[in-house]
């Protein structure tokens, strides 16, 4: 609005009568009328400059200082020049609220958001970090405890937990998985040699009737070898077939289901090994003062002593139901062979 007021004031013209003569008005009259527009412009330029769009305008147009306004059009001469520092007020105006506009919030939220996610990963990191310090302090403490208890009970300084029957049977059970094994070497050495000569007898007989063929002489003797060894043969056949089934049910009762309760009764032992040394350590610490910190690591001995004693009778449980299915399954296994 204020360039093309500007504008107005910069090309107005001389009036020109019905004649095409120019106005009576002299030449002072015209440069006055000019004075007085860019007076009322200047006073309207301040009165408005608390507007928004004009303020910016102001602060990003030309210095009002460095421009002349040029009467009678672009091409007029010098003397139709006004000078504008005779012109009151200020050509530049600084807007405070311009800087208000720019949207900063995005930025601000982007960084809290990032700041804020950096700080989670911190936590959950410094979390699973505790977390498998506490597990490797467990482990050592639990470690330690039972190392010294296996050393005390192998020279003869500490006491252990012995259920007289439960390992008597675990004895047995190992001795037995041991023959198991060697008569499992030695069915399959067999079922090796036995297939080779279920193999020669069937050459063989191929051989004898082969040979009835080309001998009429002796014909009638090598047509009945020849005869003999394809029931040998059918009959070994019939024999590998149940030797095999035999290795194949001793190796899962050898490898499957006495080594699966071979390694529960490892798990029981390791379980009762814990448990004597968490026994003997609940007792060492009866045996000492009795102080709030004593009391202290008493109660806390208690509760592991407790959850190690129900972990060992858990595991001596599943070990006789094992030894009692095992038993069962072997009767099974020597009747299907």
């Given at each position: 609005?204020?360039?093309?007021?500007?504008?107005?004031?910069?090309?107005?013209?001389?009036?020109i009568?019905?004649?095409?003569?120019?106005?009576?008005?002299?030449?002072d009259?015209?440069?006055?009328?000019a004075?007085k527009?860019?007076?009322?412009?200047?006073?309207?330029?301040?009165?408005?400059?608390?507007t928004?769009?004009?303020?910016?305008?102001?602060?990003?147009?030309?210095?009002?200082?460095?421009?002349?306004?040029?009467s009678?059009?672009?091409?007029?001469?010098?003397?139709?020049?006004?000078?504008?520092?005779?012109?009151?007020?200020?050509?530049?105006?600084?807007?405070?609220?311009?800087?208000?506009?720019?949207p900063?919030?995005?930025?601000?939220?982007?960084?809290?958001?990032?700041?804020?996610?950096?700080?989670?990963?911190?936590?959950?990191?410094r979390?699973v970090?505790?977390?498998?310090?506490?597990?490797?302090?467990?482990?050592?403490l639990?470690?330690?405890?039972?190392?010294?208890?296996?050393?005390?009970?192998?020279?003869?300084?500490?006491?252990?937990?012995?259920?007289?029957?439960?390992?008597?049977?675990?004895?047995?059970?190992?001795?037995?998985?041991?023959?198991?094994?060697?008569?499992?070497?030695?069915?399959?050495?067999l079922?090796n040699?036995?297939?080779?000569?279920?193999?020669?007898?069937?050459?063989?007989?191929?051989?004898?009737?082969?040979?009835?063929?080309?001998?009429?002489?002796?014909?009638?003797?090598?047509?009945?070898?020849?005869?003999?060894?394809?029931?040998?043969?059918?009959?070994?056949?019939?024999?590998?077939?149940?030797?095999?089934?035999?290795?194949?049910s001793?190796?899962?009762?050898?490898?499957?289901?006495?080594?699966?309760?071979?390694?529960?009764?490892?798990?029981?032992e390791?379980?009762?090994?814990?448990?004597?040394?968490?026994?003997?350590?609940l007792?060492?610490?009866?045996?000492?003062?009795?102080?709030?910190?004593?009391?202290?690591?008493?109660d806390?001995?208690?509760?592991?002593?407790?959850?190690h004693?129900?972990?060992?009778?858990?595991?001596?449980?599943?070990?006789?139901?094992?030894?009692?299915?095992?038993?069962?399954?072997?009767?099974f296994?020597?009747?299907?062979?």
């Open positions: 609005m204020t360039d093309s007021i500007m504008s107005k004031a910069a090309t107005m013209e001389i009036p009568n019905s004649n095409g003569d120019t106005g009576t008005l002299p030449e009259d015209s440069l006055e009328q004075a527009l860019q007076w009322s412009l200047d006073e309207k330029v301040g009165s408005s400059r608390d928004r769009d004009l303020q910016q305008v102001m602060v990003s147009g030309p210095n009002l200082n460095e421009t002349s306004i040029v009678g059009g672009y091409g007029g001469t010098a003397e139709g020049i006004i000078p504008t520092s005779s012109i009151k007020g200020p050509a530049i105006h600084f807007n405070s609220e311009f800087y208000k506009r720019i900063i919030t995005g930025i601000g939220s982007n960084i809290n958001h990032s700041s804020s996610s950096s700080s989670l990963a911190d936590d959950a990191n979390g970090a505790v977390e498998k310090l506490e597990y490797v302090k467990k482990w050592g639990n470690t330690y405890k039972c190392t010294k208890q296996m050393i005390s009970e192998r020279f003869g300084r500490g006491s252990r937990t012995v259920d007289l029957e439960l390992e008597a049977q675990i004895e047995v059970l190992r001795d037995t998985k041991r023959k198991y094994e060697n008569m499992l070497r030695l069915a399959r050495a079922t040699h036995f297939y080779s000569m279920v193999q020669t007898q069937h050459a063989l007989g191929d051989t004898f009737a082969d040979l009835s063929q080309k001998s009429p002489e002796l014909r009638d003797e090598f047509g009945y070898n020849a005869e003999t060894q394809k029931l040998l043969c059918k009959n070994g056949e019939t024999l590998l077939g149940a030797v095999n089934f035999f290795v194949a001793i190796n899962t009762l050898v490898n499957k289901t006495m080594e699966d309760t071979l390694l529960t009764i490892k798990l029981y390791n379980a009762r090994l814990e448990f004597d040394a968490y026994r003997a350590d007792e060492e610490l009866s045996l000492g003062p009795r102080d709030a910190v004593t009391m202290a690591r008493i806390s001995a208690q509760q592991h002593f407790q959850v004693k129900d972990k060992y009778e858990q595991l001596r449980d599943d070990v006789t139901i094992k030894l009692k299915f095992l038993d069962e399954n072997k009767v296994f020597f009747y299907c062979g």
